[in-house]
């Protein structure tokens, strides 16, 4: 049965019931309201015991023929939502057969047909009545014509009449309790009806919402069992009403309680993100108000307009979780712009909890509001003091190194600080760049942030400076020395609490030796001055230093900064303990801070990069120091990218180093050179770490200009690059 079928079985019993008239039979709209209403009650398609065999007509034209009619339109509307073929004994062929009986008077059982539409059945009505009409009048012209003849064959048998008064007095009493029931039975109908009334007006009265006016009790059974009913009912739910406001009270006081003493800063929004009333006076203190309700959220958290960027990250953030397009939390925490939010002096942390509808649409949002600051400065002064100890640490484990690189900051302090009181041209500049590109490496052996940064923005000063031939930054420059010297003394005075005494400062050197190796020096004068050869020349081998202690700083900073740049490197040096003459020691050691420097932030791939080239996960920088005959020579090498001469002709050119005339003529060895022009760099970003454009012409030039050594470079793309210096002793 579709769906719907029975509610248009109901309505079309409605609309028969309104055929029913006082003054006509009602059995025959009965019974098909009851063939309807049946069907309703038990839902079933043919209840056989409310078929009738046979109908019983009379009065039907006393029936309205409209409302007969209609009802028959009504129920012939049901004919194709049942699952039934038609057959003559379905409900809806069934209603049809009485009620057609009712408009023509009728019972077409003979020759009915439930597959026929109704047109058809009426018509086959309309001539079995007027086949019967005639068959009437033939029937009644046939007794007249008997009677006829009886009165003129003879006299009547008898009158007749002998018991006539008897029966008008019987049928004056049954006309009399006919009327009395008749007039009794329409008071107690107009009396029903009055009390529906009434009922219908209560019922309308509890819609409406009103649950105190109870519905009134009258002597008529079924109606009053009905209203008692009712009325238990109204009761039930006043009390329930009255249960649920106490409850509501109670639960609203212990809200106020926990939002006025909860240590958590809680609010609710809507989606227009302004703030609701309701919130936890915790809020109040975290935010410095007297009031946040009705307030915006992005204007309690001082983001506005001028802060364009951050609001939309934050309201396209917030809007996720109305949209219902919030991931899970993790993944939200790491979205969150909000995750730590500096307010003025304060540092706080917010949290968001969508509040869904029954339909499970999102209106409102839940926000947690924690502050932070105490455990921020808290954290702040572990940090500090991490960053303290780590500098502790690396300059008592590397006493030697810090006291070479105080020695040698201090002496190009000093040599900076000559340079700005002449007038400062352009090799000035690239030699104060070279100082302080040299410090900052050296700094950041140690972690001296303070110096660190100091010496990066000095670098910043003097590539514009170098860019625009001086200028404006003068001035710049200069304070930026004073600064430099300033931090060097803040560091020398720190050291002296960790040593107990100062550091070296300017050319003081400590030299420190095995005893094995002093005998062997004291000997070699000893000998000289045996032979009559030149002592002053043995002594010289006093002033020598092992390389290990030359390039303490590169070994020093290597782990750190592969650490901070998130690569794996292991270092491997040969000839450590191969002696290096003093006059040579400042500039190698320079020379090499930047080699290794360049090795570890240029060279190296991270070890994903490693990996997918095939390489070990680990990356290598090797040194290698062996000293023979009258050279000494050095070599730093690498197992990273390589140089590629493409890149680098590439970058040279766009820099203007280099014509395409020029390289044109070029071999691959000779673009590789081209990395030691003035300016040159392939590495786009600039750091605290890698240079700005100014670099190995600075290894260059200490080379071969302060040491009079050879500096060669040998690569092969991807594999690798080694750079060698040969210095004459």
């Known amino acids: 049965m579709p769906v719907g079928s029975h509610k248009d079985a109901f309505l079309a019993h409605q609309k028969v019931k309104k055929t029913f008239n006082d003054q006509a039979n009602n059995d025959l709209p009965k019974s098909a309201a009851q063939i309807l209403l049946d069907f309703v009650k038990n839902q079933r398609q043919i209840v056989s015991e409310n078929v009738p065999e046979s109908i019983e007509i009379s009065d039907i034209e006393k029936y309205d023929r409209q409302k007969v009619e209609e009802a028959l339109h009504s129920v012939e509307n049901l004919c194709g939502k049942c699952n039934e073929s038609h057959e003559n004994n379905c409900f809806v062929n069934q209603a049809r057969r009485v009620l057609i009986a009712m408009l023509t008077g009728v019972d077409v059982k003979e020759k009915f047909d439930g597959a026929q539409s109704l047109e058809e059945l009426l018509k086959i009505a309309e001539d079995m009545k007027t086949q019967k009409e005639a068959e009437e009048k033939s029937r009644l012209a046939v007794s007249e014509g008997t009677a006829a003849g009886g009165e003129n064959g003879g006299a009547a048998a008898g009158t007749g009449y002998e018991n006539i008064d008897k029966d008008f007095e019987k049928l004056g009493a049954g006309l009399a309790k006919l009327k009395k029931d008749y007039f009794e039975l329409k008071e107690k109908d107009i009396f029903r009806a009055t009390l529906i009334d009434e009922v219908v007006d209560t019922i309308k009265s509890v819609a409406g919402g009103d649950f105190k006016s109870p519905m009134p009790v009258h ?94 990250e934050i309201k396209r953030f917030i809007g996720l979780y109305f949209a219902g397009l919030a991931l899970d939390d993790d993944s939200m925490n790491t ?64 006493r030697e190194a810090f006291s070479d690189f105080i020695s040698e900051t201090v002496k190009m302090v000093r040599d900076a600080s000559k340079i700005i009181e002449k007038n400062i041209d352009s090799e000035s500049l690239a030699e104060l760049y070279r100082i302080a590109h040299t410090i900052k490496g050296g700094a950041g052996c140690f972690d001296l942030n303070e110096l660190i940064s100091h010496a990066a923005g ?33 560091t020398i005075s720190y050291s002296e609490k960790i040593f107990g005494k100062s550091a070296a400062a300017g050319d003081e050197f400590e030299f420190s030796f095995k005893k094995s190796h002093l005998d062997e020096l004291i000997k070699k004068i000893k000998d000289a001055a045996a032979a009559g050869g030149n002592i002053g020349a043995a002594a010289e081998s006093f002033y020598e230093l092992p390389a290990g202690r030359v390039f303490a700083k590169s070994i020093a900073m290597v782990a750190p900064l592969a650490q901070k740049l998130s690569k794996e490197i292991k ?45 070990p996960f680990e990356g290598a920088i090797k040194i290698s120091v062996i000293r023979t005959g009258g050279f000494i020579e050095i070599t730093a090498g690498d197992d990273g ?89």
């Open 219 to 312: 002597e008529d059974d079924q109606l009053g069992k009905i209203a008692a009913a009712f009325n238990t009912m109204l009761d039930t739910i006043n009390r329930m009403f009255i249960n649920l406001d106490n409850e509501v009270a109670k639960r609203s006081s212990e809200l106020k309680t926990l939002m006025g003493n909860i240590k958590i800063g809680v609010f609710t929004m809507n989606r227009d993100l302004r703030i609701n009333r309701e919130y936890s006076k915790e809020c109040l203190k975290i935010f410095g108000c007297e009031e946040i309700g009705g307030m915006n959220f992005l204007d309690l958290i001082q983001v506005y307009d001028r802060q364009a960027e951050k609001k939309e």
């Open 571 to 615: 270092l491997e040096v040969t000839g450590a303990e191969t002696l290096i003459p003093f006059s040579m020691c400042s500039k190698l050691s320079e020379v090499m801070l930047h080699l290794v420097r360049n090795a570890i932030d240029h060279a190296i791939e991270t070890p994903e990069e490693r990996e997918e080239a095939g390489k």
């Open 335 to 398: 979205l969150n712009p909000l995750a730590e939010h500096n307010l003025k002096d304060k540092y706080l942390q917010f949290s968001f909890y969508p509040i869904k509808t029954g339909g499970g649409a999102v209106e409102n949002m839940l926000v947690q509001c924690l502050d932070l600051t105490a455990n921020k400065l808290l954290q702040m002064e572990i940090d500090a003091k991490d960053a303290e100890g780590r500098q502790i640490r690396k300059m008592v484990l590397n």
């Open 458 to 490: 000095f670098e910043d000063a003097l590539g514009r400076a170098i860019k625009n031939g001086g200028g404006e930054e003068l001035q710049a420059i200069a304070a930026g020395v004073k600064t430099m010297s300033a931090l060097v003394d803040k």
């Open 641 to 729: 990218r390589g140089l590629d001469p493409v890149k680098i002709s590439e970058s040279a050119l766009k820099k203007g180093i280099v014509s395409e005339n020029e390289l044109a003529s070029m071999d691959d060895a000779q673009k590789v050179s081209l990395i030691f022009r003035p300016g040159f760099s392939t590495k786009s970003d600039v750091t605290n770490i890698s240079g700005r454009g100014v670099g190995m012409d600075i290894v260059k030039n200490a080379v071969e200009k302060d040491l009079k050594a050879s500096l060669k470079v040998d690569s092969v793309p991807g594999q690798g690059a080694k750079f060698t210096i040969t210095a004459a002793l």
